[in-house]
């Protein structure tokens, strides 16, 4: 099973700043990474696949970088709706599939 | 509009059996993979069941496998999952997803707003 490490576990960020999320995979699962956010009582909402693309309807504010066993999210200038759970997701050991345990975006 | 809405889930006594549905609409269903993903309170995703567009091909994970059964049903655009046996631990908010290839792989593009199932004496 890949394992998939987010970190920080909650990260502090001041609205209008810049936000920086991070996901490692124990092994490589090349671009096949995808970003889920999540607000309370709310299902994952897909922010972006295949590492970099953004889904439909995504702001350009958000941006996945990376591939193989390395990757991040940025929110490039934090909105107040911005604030919530982001969950990084490895689809390329299909069908084990594989989530990380979450980022926490607070407000600063 | 795509739409998956779950439902089925209730209170649940240990070694109790349910069964929960979801319902798809806005899409052709019967074209799409799909998932069961659960969400435990306050914790993260686990993926949970897999299958195919046709039901030909079924994956479990090691935590559910002889105990839930995955299903479909094309015609009536709906997923099922009976679960059997459930213990505490599986006691978590059950999400149906649909699955997006790109290539040979496939992420969840479209979720439901989840049914809770909680597993208590």
């Known amino acids: 099973e890949i394992v998939m490490t987010q970190s920080p576990a909650t990260l502090s960020v001041s609205p209008g700043e810049r936000a920086t999320l991070s996901c490692r995979a124990s092994?490589?699962?090349?671009?096949?990474l995808a970003w889920y956010q999540q607000k309370p009582g709310q299902a994952p909402r897909l922010l972006i696949y295949?590492?970099?693309t953004r889904a439909t309807g995504i702001p350009a504010r958000f941006s996945g970088s990376g591939s193989g066993t390395e990757f991040t999210l940025t929110i490039s200038s934090l909105q107040s709706e911005d604030f919530a759970v982001y969950y990084c997701?490895?689809?390329?050991?299909?069908?084990?599939?594989?989530f990380g345990q979450g980022t926490k975006l607070d407000i600063k | 509009e795509i739409q998956l809405v779950e439902s089925g889930g209730k209170l649940v006594q240990p070694g109790g059996s349910l069964r929960l549905s979801c319902a798809a609409s806005?899409?052709?269903?019967?074209?799409?993979?799909m998932n069961w993903v659960r969400q435990a309170p306050g914790k993260g995703l686990e993926w949970v069941s897999y299958?195919?567009?046709?039901?030909?091909?079924?994956y479990y994970a090691d935590s559910v496998r002889g105990r839930f059964t995955i299903s479909r049903d094309n015609a009536r655009n709906s997923l099922y999952l009976q679960m059997r046996s459930l213990r505490v631990e599986d006691t978590a908010v059950y999400y149906c997803?649909?699955?997006?290839?790109?290539?040979?792989?496939?992420?969840?593009?479209?979720w439901g707003q989840g049914t809770l199932v909680p597993v208590s004496s």
């Open positions: 997803a649909r699955v997006q290839m790109a290539g040979r792989r496939g992420y969840f593009d479209y």
């Open positions: 806005g899409f052709t269903f019967s074209t799409y993979s």
């Open positions: 299958i195919s567009s046709s039901s030909g091909t079924i």
């Open positions: 092994q490589s699962v090349d671009n096949n």
């Open positions: 295949g590492a970099s």
């Open positions: 997701h490895q689809y390329n050991d299909w069908p084990l599939y594989t």
